[in-house]
């Protein structure tokens, strides 16, 4: 069950063996740049080349369908995360998809379904947002070329702008894929000035799974903060080491003591209450001043803030940021508001 920790409730929907799947967007997506092909893309299992645009894409991972949309690519294949939307597409991600046939949808709870995607008949499989391993990269190179995570990154700990390239790369849109990143960083850039209080401020993400579990300054939630502008809390890197969080121990409950804190929960109202009843949390500043933000996962807020991508992010800055703002500023009389 690798999936818990990262989601906090994982479920999928099974996928119907048909190799027709997603085939008839398949003449309408935007076609590559004129000789993007053969193109060769490194990453942490060697190198694999696409020697033609791909028609048939799977997606493995758990985000990527984001960035193939954005880029006019509808996959014939999505793999089940959280919240059981159609395809697995979420709602900022509707207009992308427009009247295409939502694609199928895989699982991960027990790794990848490696009959199902060989059943799907792939040209192209990506899995750079996921814990593919060396023995399932090899399994999967014997169906179609296959992308997994850039070198040097962890497990679900690539960030936006490297999956959206690498993505783009392998399907031959590198030049719309700047475009597009410009586009999502130019509104961070802009939030950074409008909110230069983030700067002087340390920022983090938790979740309540086995008691305190936080996220690390390589966790694409933990990077939407710094994006922001805030500073990593002292000492989150050595708690969460080489994997995207970790649990904290109650003689570290101190490090929550931060400007703001983002809670990822179950359920608003019982895990806010259990946490900030917590007598070692409930002394700290980042709660008596009212600087800490609770979302829940599977509401369409908190799912953006782990589903980070570059259709997430617009909606996500558009909803969180104000929040953030309230929270940081230490006054408790600037209530963050319950946001879904």
Known sequence: MRQTVIRLAA???????????????????????????????????????????????????????????????????????????????????QDELGSATPPEVLTDTDGIQVEKVAALRPDLIIGIYSGMTAEEYATLSK????????????????????????????????????????????????ERAAHPEFAGASGMMATTWEGYYVYGPDDPRGRLLADLGFTTPAGLADVTGTEFGANLSKERTDLLDVGTIVWLVDAYDTDKAKVQS???????????????????????????????????????????????????????ATAVQRIS
């Open 11 to 93: 479920t999928g929907l099974l996928l119907a063996l048909a190799a027709c799947g997603g085939a008839s967007e398949e003449s309408e997506a935007p076609t590559a740049s004129s000789g993007a092909f053969p193109v060769s893309i490194e990453h942490k299992y060697g190198s694999t080349t696409i020697p033609a645009e791909p028609k048939r894409v799977v997606a493995v991972g758990l985000v990527e369908q984001d960035a193939l949309l954005a880029l006019g690519v509808v996959p014939v294949a999505t793999t089940e995360w959280f919240g059981k939307k159609p395809g697995a597409i979420w709602p900022w991600a």
């Open 143 to 190: 169906i179609a070329p296959v992308v997994a995570a850039p070198k040097g990154s962890i497990d679900y700990g690539v960030s936006w702008q490297d999956l959206t390239r690498s993505v783009g790369k392998a399907v031959g849109r590198s030049a719309q894929t700047e475009e597009i990143i410009k586009g999502v960083e130019d509104r961070f850039a802009a």
């Open 278 to 332: 917590d007598p070692l949390y409930g002394k700290l500043k980042v709660n008596t001043e009212g600087r800490d933000i609770y979302l829940v996962s599977e509401e369409q807020v908190g799912a953006a803030t782990s589903f980070i991508s570059v259709l997430s992010l617009p909606y996500l800055l558009d909803n969180l940021v104000p929040q953030l703002a309230l929270a940081v500023d230490g006054n408790p």
